[in-house]
């Protein structure tokens, strides 16, 4: 079966096109600007990318011209719709309601709209894109798999924040987490490179947004993100962990509202704010080793940060079998894999240099010190292909 995986955005949709019995990317790509001027689709098959300027008014249009360029003459890789088994949507929140990934119909459509004020920045865009395809493609299952899902087994102790009982029931505030698609996918692929369904595993998915798991026997038990992405480490913009009265004190500082705080707290904090510079890593690094301090900072903060949590969830598994690095940064910077082991050594946790230096080759690499008592694994993730064996599995 090919399933179809669409990743809408409030102005962009990614896809991938991919064999369920091979698991390959036949096709993938995405649309850009859309609702603004200067649209683009970016198409990339086996015979390489193209790409294509045309208005895109809306994420229906986009859907379109997807699905034209998947069956295009000289472009495509099917020769008609029918040979899209389903769909599989990525789902930013499922609140409470969603443990799992489900086939979309109108009862769950209402749910999920029902969770936008969750997730109000995400929510209507992946809505917008279930929509879009159920348009364009009235016959083929849609399949909503949510970011949340992989963490709502954590404990209540885990997710519980301290307020008063009455407010998390009746206004949903709690931890939730994101990226699970993420921790999921790594946090499996490292259970088979162990050869251990129960191991302790600390997930690091280190990106423009970052989070870190403490998954046991693979369920989730803990993540650092929290009722939004804005909790946890630094981020690219995002400022992380933060005292709450300082909304309060920035707010009266500076005369902003309280939703000018949190844009503030969004876009323009995290490693770009302390370091002034970029919320690019690779140029955070550049700058770092041209001297800049702020750059510095900023980094070490992040690792720093990053370092705690490690710690901190290798309390709550009580020892780590494992810890895994993935996502742009956790695999592909060197420096930030080296800063974040060191001084993990009191848990037997330690990496060959020569070993963490080697380039991402797209492979599982092991690099862990010669003697270290727990496995250091670089693991690319694959988001879409969770979605598309969760997809297969419900429709087939």
């Known amino acids: 079966m090919k399933i179809l995986v669409v990743n809408a955005g409030s102005s962009s949709l990614k896809y991938q096109l991919i064999d369920s019995e091979t698991e390959k990317a036949i096709a993938k790509g995405g649309c850009e600007r859309i609702g603004i001027d200067g649209s683009l689709l970016k198409h990339k098959t086996a015979k390489g990318e193209v790409i294509v300027e045309k208005p895109m008014p809306d994420h229906t249009v986009a859907v379109q011209l997807v699905l034209q360029m998947l069956v295009d003459k000289d472009n495509g890789v099917i020769s008609s719709m029918d040979e899209i088994g389903a769909v599989g949507h990525r789902v930013v929140h499922g609140g409470e309601e969603f443990k799992q990934s489900v086939v979309v119909n109108d009862e769950i459509m209402e749910k999920i709209i029902a969770n936008t004020d969750l997730a109000p920045l995400h929510q209507p865009a992946n809505v917008i894109g279930i929509n879009a395809c159920k348009a364009v493609m009235p016959n083929a299952p849609m399949v909503a798999v949510f970011d949340t899902a992989f963490h709502s087994n954590m404990p209540d102790y885990a997710f519980m924040y301290g307020i008063p009982y009455e407010d998390y029931k009746n206004l949903r505030i709690r931890r939730y987490g994101f990226h699970g698609t993420s921790h999921k996918y790594v946090s499996e692929e490292a259970a088979k490179f162990l050869g251990n369904p129960n191991a302790k595993i600390i997930t690091c998915h280190l990106g423009n947004g970052s989070s870190i798991s403490a998954v046991k026997a693979g369920v989730s038990v803990d993540t650092s993100m929290g009722f939004t992405p804005l909790e946890g480490v630094p981020m690219g913009t995002r400022s992380g962990d933060i005292d709450p009265a300082v909304i309060e004190y920035l707010a009266n500082k500076k005369g902003m509202t309280v939703a000018e705080v949190l844009s503030y707290l969004n876009k323009k904090s995290g490693v770009a704010g302390v370091s002034g510079v970029s919320s690019d890593f690779r140029d955070l690094c550049a700058a770092a080793e041209e001297g800049n301090y702020r750059a510095q900072l900023a980094l070490n903060n992040f690792c720093y940060k990053v370092k705690k949590y490690v710690g ?85």
């Open 312 to 396: 901190a969830y290798a309390a709550a598994l009580n020892g780590a079998d494992c810890i895994v690095f993935t996502a742009g940064i956790g695999e592909n910077t060197v420096s930030v894999r080296k800063s974040v082991m060191e001084g993990l050594d009191y848990l037997g946790a330690t990496i060959d240099d020569e070993k963490n230096a080697m380039k991402n080759d797209g492979s599982i690499r092991d690099i862990s010190g010669k003697d270290s008592k727990v496995k250091v694994l670089v693991i690319p993730t694959n988001e879409e292909l969770v979605i598309a064996r969760e997809t297969y599995a419900l429709v087939k």
